[in-house]
C-alpha cells in the first residue's frame, strides 16, 4: 500500500478555504470545492422555502375544512413541489457532495470545465431567482407537473415565469451532467480504474447520464406549454385541436427519469457509508456498479406508469407496467448488498450510519410501494391520492434526504476540518427518523381509503390521519432544524478533524489532505488497489 | 367515529378483487420489510464494532446469491404483474352485452350527470345494483378525474375525448364520488355521491325525476336546431350520409380507409367533420362544430344517433326507455 502522507508542514495551514478571501474568490471562483459549497449554501437555502409551504400546507389539512382559501392552498403545494423537486432535490447531492467530491475520488484536481461548474451555479440561481420571482408576485397553481390544458389555458397565475425557471435550472442540471461524464472519463490517476471507482462515482456517473438525456426533454415540454400560454398554438388544448395527454408523456419522459436523478446519487451515498461503517468492502461491487446503469437505462422505458388511468392504450399500459417492475430489481440487487455487506462486518453506529440504516429501512418501504404502482389494477384505486404522495415521500425524503444529511454528517470533516458533536448529531437522526414516519405513514392509510392529493379540504373520515401526519411533521421540521445548528456552530468552533476520522478507504480520504488544498492533492495520486479495501487484501498482480 | 378500517366500504364486485390483490401486496410488501428489517438489525447487532482495531475479512458476493435475489422477487413481482393486468383489463373493459349507459360531464367544478331516459342530476349519480353499469365521460375544460373509492376505480375525464369505464354495484348505499386529477380553484369541493339501490327503488326513483323526454328525444331537438336533419335526411340520399343503421358498423373513407362508427368517430364527424369524409360524399359541406356545441349536447345528439341504429349484436341491450 502505498499511501502519500501530506508535507506537514503544508498541512491544514493552506487549504481551499482560506487559499483566498473575499466575496470575489466566492463569486469568481472556478475550485469546484467552493463551487460546491455554493450550491450547498443556495439548496439549504430552498429547502427551507419549500419546507415551509409544506409546513403551511401541513396546518391547512388540520381542518377538514381547511384553513387557507382554496388557491392560496392550490399555490402552497405547487410551489412546495416546484421549489423542492427542481431546486432541492435535483440538485441536492450531485451538485454538492457530487461536485465536491467527484475530483478527488478519481484523483483529479478538478472537473473537466470548471468555468462551465461556476456557470451552471449562476444558471441555477437565474432560474431559482425567476421561481421566487414567480412566488413573490403571487405564486403558480398548477402543481409542479403543471399539466396542460390547465396550465397552458385554465390558470390565472404566474405559470410562463415560474415554467420559464424551471426551464433554465435545467440547463445548470445538463451542464453538471456533461462535467462529470467528461470528467470521470477522462481524469482519472493512474491505477483509477472503472473496476475500482468509488460506487459514489459510479451512482454519479448513471445520474448523469440521464440529466444529459432526459432533462432536454423537460425544457422542450416547458417552453411548448409556454408558447402555447403566449400563442395558442394548439399543441396541447384540445379546443385548439391539441392533445392533453401528449403534455403527460413528455413531461414523464422527463419526470421519471428525474425520480432516478434524484435517488441514484442518494444510493451512491449509502454504498460509502455502509462500506465505511461496516469495514468490509462492498458485498457485489460489481452487481451494485452496474445496478445504477441499469436503472438509468431502464428508467427512460417506464414513464407510461404514470398514464394507466389517463385513456392511455391498455397494451401500452401492459408494456410500462411490465418495465416498472423490471426497474425494480436493480433497486432490490441495492438493499440486498448492503445488507449483505454488513455481514461479518464491524459495525459502529456514528451518525452517517445511523442515516444509512434510516435509508435502508424507508427505501425499502418506498421501493416496495412502487410495485403497489406498478400493478395497474391497484394503481387505479391508488393513483391521484395519498398513497402516491407517501410513496415518493418515502423515496424522496426517507431515502434522498437521508442519504443527504448522512453524506453531508459523513464528508463534513472532509469540508470544514472540524467535527460535529455526535450526540446531538445522533440525537437529531432519531428525530428525523421517528417525525418522518409519523408525518407519512398515515398518508398510505388515507390514500388506500381514497383520500384524492391537492385537496385542500377533505371528508371527515380522513380528520384523524390528517391530524396524525401534521403532527409528525412538526417533529420533523424541528429534526431538521437541529442539525442546521450544530452544523453550523462545528463549522467555526467545532474540534479540529484529523485527516481521516473515520478511518476510511478512498483517495479523498487517504491522499487529500483535510480539508483539501486548491488542487485536491499534494503529491499526484496513484492508485494500487481495489475500492474499499477495508481488510488490506494485496492488489491483484494483473 | 365508527370502527377503524383500512379498507373503504365495497361496493361493486370488483372492489373485493382489488382488495384481494392488495392483500397479496401488502403480504409481500411486509413480508420483504420484515426480512430485511430482521438481517438489518441482526448485524447490526451481531456484528457491532467490538474494538476500534477489527478488521473483518473481505467478502467480494456470491454469483448465486445475486442471482437467487434477483429471481425470486422477479418471479413474486411476475404474479403482481399478471394479477394486476387481468383485473385491469377486466375493470376496464366493459361487457360488450347488457350495460346501463350513463354519461358524465365534468366542468371546473361539478359533475353533469345524464340518464338514457333523460334524467339529470348534478354531483349525484344513481346506480341498480346486479347490473353492468357503463360510464361515458367528457370534460367541457380541464382534465379531471372521476373516483369512487368504495368501486376502486377512477378514470381521468379528457377534454376532446371520451373515456369509459364500468362497475357493477353490489351493495345498497351512499359512497363518495371525488376528482382526483387537480382541475383549479374548487379541485377539492368537485365532489359529490353515487348511490346504490336495489333495482326495485332504482325503477321508482327514475320514474320520479326528468323531464319525460329521454336522452335519444333530446338529441333528435338537438339536431333539428342545428339544422343538421336539411342534409343528413334518414332514409334516403342527402348532400349527406343518412344515419340510419350507422352507429356500430364500419363505416368506408373516402381515402378507402374503414373505420368503426362508435361514439369517437362520430364526436370527431360532428366536430371536424372534414377529419374523416365517408366514400361518395364531398368535404367541406357540414360546417365544423368545434366549439360550437356544449359536450351535454354532444353526448344527447351521440344517443340519438345510437337510436336510429338497431342494435347490432355488440350492442344488443342497450337501455331503451321504458
Known sequence: ?542 | MGSFSIFPPRASAGAGEVDALYAYLLLVGIGMTVLIFFFVFLFAIKYRRKSPQDRPRAIHGSIPLEIAWSVIPFLIMLVMFGWGTELYFRNYTPPSGDTLDIYIVGKQWMWKIQYPGGQREINELHVPTGRAVKLTLASEDVIHSFYIPAFRLKHDVVPGSYQTFWFEPTKPGRYHIFCAEYCGTNHSRMIGWVTVMDPVRYQTWLSGGGTGESMAELGQKVFEKYGCVTCHVLDQQGRCPSLRNVFGRPVQLADGRSVLADEAYIRESILNPNAKIVKGYHPDIMPVFQGQIGEESLLQLIVYIKSLSVPTSAQLGQEVPK
Not at chain 1, 478555504?17 to 450550491?39: E, M, P, V
Not at chain 1, 404566474?158 to 433554465?168: K, N, Q, R, S
Not at chain 1, 427505501?363 to 403497489?372: A, H, N
Not at chain 1, 405513514?441 to 391537492?454: A, H, N, S, T
Open chain 1, 1 to 542: 500500500m502505498s499511501t502519500t502522507l501530506p508535507h506537514p508542514d503544508l498541512d491544514v495551514r493552506t487549504n481551499y478555504l482560506n487559499a483566498d478571501y473575499g466575496w470575489k474568490s466566492w463569486l469568481f471562483t472556478t475550485d469546484h470545492k467552493r463551487i460546491a459549497l455554493l450550491y450547498l449554501f443556495s439548496i439549504t437555502a430552498f429547502f427551507f422555502v419549500g419546507g415551509a409551504f409544506a409546513v403551511m400546507m401541513r396546518l391547512n389539512l388540520l381542518s377538514p375544512n381547511g384553513i387557507f382559501a382554496h388557491d392560496t392552498y392550490n399555490k402552497l403545494f405547487t410551489m412546495h413541489g416546484v421549489v423542492m423537486v427542481f431546486f432541492f432535490l435535483v440538485p441536492s447531492i450531485p451538485a454538492t457532495l457530487g461536485n465536491f467530491l467527484i475530483p478527488p475520488m478519481i484523483g483529479a484536481r478538478d472537473l473537466a470545465f470548471p468555468r462551465i461548474n461556476l456557470l451552471s451555479w449562476y444558471i441555477y440561481i437565474v432560474g431559482g431567482v425567476m421561481a421566487l420571482a414567480a412566488i413573490v408576485r403571487g405564486g403558480v397553481d398548477t402543481g409542479w407537473t403543471f399539466y396542460a390544458p390547465f396550465s397552458s389555458t385554465y390558470s390565472n397565475t404566474h405559470v410562463i415565469l415560474a415554467a420559464m425557471g424551471v426551464f433554465v435550472a435545467g440547463f445548470s442540471s445538463i451542464l453538471t451532467g456533461l462535467n462529470f461524464i467528461i470528467t470521470i472519463h477522462t481524469m482519472r490517476c493512474p491505477g483509477m480504474y472503472w473496476s475500482r471507482l468509488p460506487l459514489f462515482v459510479w451512482g454519479h456517473y448513471a445520474t448523469a447520464l440521464i440529466q444529459v438525456l432526459a432533462t432536454p426533454v423537460l425544457a422542450i415540454t416547458v417552453f411548448l406549454l409556454c408558447l402555447e400560454r403566449v400563442l395558442h398554438t394548439g399543441i396541447f388544448d384540445p379546443s385548439l385541436g391539441g392533445d392533453p395527454v401528449l403534455f403527460q408523456h413528455l413531461f414523464w419522459f422527463y419526470s421519471h427519469p428525474a425520480v432516478y436523478i434524484m435517488i441514484l446519487p442518494g444510493m451512491a451515498v449509502i454504498s460509502e457509508l455502509v462500506a465505511c461503517f461496516s469495514r468490509k468492502a462492498i458485498f457485489g461491487y460489481g452487481f451494485v456498479a452496474f445496478s445504477s446503469v441499469a436503472i438509468a437505462v431502464l428508467g427512460f422505458l417506464v414513464w407510461g406508469h404514470h398514464l394507466f388511468v389517463a385513456g392511455q392504450s391498455m397494451y401500452a399500459s401492459m408494456v410500462f407496467s411490465f418495465i416498472s417492475f423490471l426497474v425494480a430489481v436493480p433497486s432490490a440487487i441495492k438493499v440486498f448488498n448492503w445488507t449483505a455487506t454488513m455481514y461479518q462486518g464491524s459495525i459502529s453506529y456514528d451518525t452517517p450510519m445511523l442515516y444509512a440504516f434510516g435509508f435502508i429501512g424507508l427505501f425499502t418501504i418506498g421501493g416496495l410501494t412502487g410495485l403497489f404502482l406498478a400493478t395497474m389494477a391497484i394503481d387505479v384505486h391508488v393513483t391521484d391520492t395519498y398513497f402516491v404522495i407517501a410513496h415518493f415521500h418515502y423515496v424522496m425524503v426517507g431515502g434522498m434526504v437521508m442519504a443527504y444529511l448522512g453524506g453531508i454528517h459523513f464528508w463534513f470533516p472532509k469540508i470544514t476540518g472540524r467535527l460535529y458533536p455526535e450526540a446531538w448529531a445522533k440525537f437529531a437522526a432519531l428525530v428525523i427518523f421517528v417525525g418522518f414516519n409519523l408525518t407519512f405513514f398515515p398518508q398510505f392509510i388515507l390514500g388506500y381509503l381514497g383520500m384524492p392529493r391537492r385537496y385542500a379540504t377533505y371528508a371527515d373520515e380522513f380528520h384523524t390521519l390528517n391530524v396524525m401526519s401534521t403532527a409528525g411533521a412538526s417533529i420533523l421540521g424541528i429534526g431538521y432544524l437541529i442539525p442546521m445548528i450544530y452544523l453550523a456552530w462545528a463549522w467555526r468552533f467545532g474540534p479540529i478533524s484529523p485527516q481521516n476520522p473515520w478511518h476510511a478507504k478512498g483517495l479523498e480520504w487517504e491522499q487529500s489532505p483535510t480539508p483539501p488544498p486548491t488542487f485536491n492533492f499534494i503529491e499526484p495520486p496513484v492508485v494500487t488497489e481495489a475500492a474499499y479495501n477495508y481488510s488490506g487484501e494485496e492488489a491483484e498482480i494483473g
